[in-house]
Nanobody, 125 residues
Framework: QVHLAESGGGLVQAGGSLKLACVASGRSVGAHNIAWYRQVPLKDREFVAA???????????DSVKGRFTISRDSADHSENTVYLQMDSLKPEDSAKYYC???????????????WGQGTQVTVSS
């Protein structure tokens, strides 16, 4: 079992930055890959970025490459924090951002076994 809690959302002007945090806790958290997804009303959740269980591999959606950076702090064996640094934000980045976890790295951009409650990001033009 992995528990996920997001924070860091807010309102920012276009071109600005935000840093989201996802605290992942549980006995097996170190074996889980963590991803960020986002969703706007009436649309499917969209993959944004992911990081492997070791922190050594990262994955990005084309729409955020070069602007977003995912990182992982695994110093605590039972609690890891995954960050999403978002720069050069655009109004189309506005969404509710969720972190998700799966032990299957090959399916890291599509499979989600655990979800957090999400944090809202709004980018004004």
């Amino acid at each position: 079992q992995v528990h996920l809690a997001e924070s860091g959302g807010g309102l920012v002007q276009a071109g600005g930055s935000l840093k989201l945090a996802c605290v992942a806790s549980g006995r097996s958290v170190g074996a889980h890959n963590i991803a960020w997804y986002r969703q706007v009303p009436l649309k499917d959740r969209e993959f944004v970025a992911a990081i492997s269980w070791s922190g050594g591999r990262t994955y990005y959606a084309d729409s955020v490459k070069g602007r977003f950076t995912i990182s992982r702090d695994s110093a605590d064996h039972s609690e890891n924090t995954v960050y999403l640094q978002m720069d050069s934000l655009k109004p189309e980045d506005s969404a509710k951002y969720y972190c998700a976890a799966t032990p299957f790295e090959k399916e890291i951009t599509t499979r989600t076994d655990y979800w957090g409650q999400g944090t809202q990001v709004t980018v004004s033009s």
